[in-house]
């Protein structure tokens, strides 16, 4: 039952119920204010059922199209891989249906402007799962930033991360999707560099410029598996990154450099913030929340719902970060062949 009985309900519908929908958004969905789960879609029936039993979710389909149409369905959570995401976003924006996509937006740039001028003629609102932008732990590096200008004027940033090889990619059956271009759009830097990205842009506005490399040294796989870049934001600042991912151990940092101090943080987990300036070094732990997408879902619901506030992953902002990652593997697809499944 809402708290407030003059708040409409957000009754969701999922396409796709993976693995990212257990614990960081499924529950959130159900959890969110004013929010309610309510049919899920996977195109193996016996699995769609098993999950819908599970987690409690009334409704479950083994077609897409019949999720969509379901008239109780308000809103729908795509949660396919990226080479599947045009066509269900697509398809709840023809049902003049709000549209949850998640992250990276689609498979490349033209594949998001597609999604965002259909949404834009049908007038429906299209988001995107770029929940770190609504983390405690990145508003308390914000505040950090620009609030108390803990290192004064934010000059240079520099990305590291790194990690070692997964087995799992090396399957005889065939690599994991996330590892396959025709599913993927990419490798793992479409799959977590696209996190960094975004909440760089999130914090110091978009990227204007950018030049990068990509490889792949390891050759378990046809995607690339190192990238270097460097970048420029419109505010001046400069920036480097580099993401490997076949390291001896994991690395994860993003480093502000200021001209009056320093702040480090990770994209992932909850490690801690670290600042150093005049003052000293001092380290700010924030915790992420149990389902780790529900802040963002429930910007989403109030603005779905016309409470207060509107969601900061927007389809623009997360376009932007795909052009980015365009441009970074653009001579890595050209030289290696690589199509993306359209």
């Avoid at 959130?28 to 309510?38: D, M, P, V």
């Avoid at 087995?167 to 560099?193: K, N």
């Avoid at 914090?203 to 390891?218: C, D, W």
């Avoid at 603005?303 to 900061?312: D, F, N, Y």
């Amino acid at each position: 039952m809402n708290a407030d009985p003059g708040t409409k309900t957000i009754r969701w519908g999922i396409i796709g119920c993976g693995d990212v929908t257990e614990v960081k958004s499924g529950p959130a969905l159900q959890k969110a204010r004013h929010s309610a789960l309510i049919a899920v879609m996977r195109r193996d029936a016996a699995k769609a059922r098993e999950y819908a039993q599970r987690h409690g979710v009334p409704k479950w389909y083994a077609d897409a199209q019949a999720l969509v149409d379901d008239a109780e369905v308000d809103a729908v959570y795509v949660a396919t891989p990226p080479s599947t995401h045009k066509l269900y976003a697509l398809m709840s924006i023809a049902a003049g249906k709000p549209v949850y996509v998640e992250k990276p937006f689609a498979m490349d740039a033209a594949e998001c402007a597609a999604i965002i001028d259909a949404a834009r003629i049908a007038n429906v609102p299209v988001f995107v799962a770029y929940y770190r932008r609504m983390l405690p732990r990145f508003h308390k590096v914000r505040e950090l930033l620009f609030d108390q200008q803990a290192i004064g004027a934010p000059r240079a940033v520099h990305v590291l991360y790194a990690k070692p090889h997964n087995p799992r990619y090396d399957d005889p059956q065939g690599p994991h999707w996330h590892v396959r271009p025709e599913i993927s759009g990419g490798g793992l830097f479409m799959d977590l560099g696209c996190h960094t990205l975004d909440i760089l842009d999130w914090l110091f506005g978009p990227i204007t410029n950018v030049s990068g490399h990509a490889g792949n040294q390891r050759g378990s796989y046809a995607a690339e598996d190192s990238v270097a870049m460097s970048y420029a934001f419109g505010n001046g600042m400069l920036g480097t990154g580099l993401w490997n991912f076949d390291s001896l151990q994991r690395q994860d940092c993003i480093e502000v450099i200021g001209d009056a101090g320093r702040l480090s943080f990770a994209t992932f987990g909850d490690g801690p913030i670290r600042l150093e300036n005049a003052t000293g070094m001092r380290e700010f732990h924030v915790g992420n929340p149990a389902h780790i997408q529900q802040p963002l879902i429930e910007t989403i619901v109030a603005e779905l719902t016309g409470q207060p506030g509107a969601c900061p992953s927007t389809a623009a902002s997360a376009a932007r970060t795909s052009r980015v990652m365009d441009e970074v593997l653009r001579d890595y697809r050209r030289l290696t062949g690589q199509a993306l499944g359209r």
